[in-house]
């Protein structure tokens, strides 16, 4: 026990997490399913004078079906998604004698501590694209209409989010500015403060194969890339995640890896 207690103590204040998704789909002209796998795992080491590790985790499976459709040429966009998802959620508090024990074994706490739900819910976007010099897309979208209620795994409340974007191209690169503002309306509890809903970036696409991306993410700096091989593509983004109350109060790097592959 006293040498998970000094190991643990190393680590007071920090926080680990960790998520893996898979996501198969299919999209035609205005028409998309898709099928979606999930699994999230974080925790955090509190308590100098007892150490202890607060875990949550997530296990999610769901679908979506989705229609879109535009108008005046495409000036107007609107999209329709209906959804449903379901959620194995487990939340524990461990100790160090929990965990220098002989039968320490969290598989089994899951088993007996799991939460389940199953909810269902819908998105409604529209997109408006004007004939404007830079070419600029204005889009609004409520999403989780009426909130996807999990029952015992919790809930992912309704939120109405707001983006705008540029298209500034540059003789052979293809450049994109953006900036979008989550929940407009303040559903998500803890995301009163504005900065922590400000998400914006740019983003350059160099010939064949390259895109480059800078940006900030709660008032923190982002970047990323991707290389679109047509049929494979490899994507990486670093963005840091506020834990705090107010954007800038307590920062959690993400290192966020993505394969693609289809035509």
Do not use: C
Not at 24 to 30: A, G, K, R
Not at 40 to 50: A, H, L, Q, T, Y
Not at 72 to 101: H, M, N, P, W
Not at 208 to 227: C, D, E, M, W
């Amino acid at each position: 026990m006293t040498e998970v207690t000094n190991v643990l103590s190393k680590y007071i204040g920090e926080r680990f997490s960790l998520r893996t998704s898979l996501y198969p789909n299919i999209i035609f002209h205005n028409f998309g399913v898709g099928a979606l796998g999930q699994v999230s795992f974080s925790g955090e080491v509190r308590n100098r004078v007892n150490p202890q590790v607060n875990v949550d985790g997530k296990a999610d499976v769901g679908g979506v079906v989705g229609f879109a459709y535009g108008f005046r040429e495409k000036k107007v966009q609107v999209g329709v998604a209906l959804k449903f998802v379901q959620r194995q959620s487990f939340q524990k508090t461990y100790y160090a004698t929990d965990i220098a024990s002989a039968n320490f074994d969290p598989s089994n706490d899951f088993s007996d501590l799991k939460k389940t739900g199953t909810g269902f819910s819908g998105d409604v976007g529209v997109k408006v694209n004007p004939e404007w010099p830079l070419r600029p897309s204005i889009g609004l979208v409520l999403q989780n209409i009426g909130d996807l209620n999990l029952d015992k795994a919790g809930k992912i409340p309704q939120q109405l989010n707001a983006g705008v974007s540029i298209h500034p191209d540059l003789w052979i690169f293809k450049n994109t500015l953006a900036l979008d503002i989550v929940d407009l309306t303040k559903n998500v509890e803890g995301e009163d403060d504005f900065y922590k809903r400000v998400h914006m970036g740019a983003e350059i696409k160099l010939p064949y194969i390259l895109s480059l991306r800078v940006g900030a993410n709660q008032g923190y700096p982002s970047f990323g890339a991707t290389i679109d091989f047509w049929i494979l593509k490899l994507a990486y983004a670093y963005y840091k995640e506020e834990l705090g109350a107010v954007a800038g109060q307590k920062d959690d790097a993400r290192h966020v890896g993505q394969i693609a592959i289809g035509f």
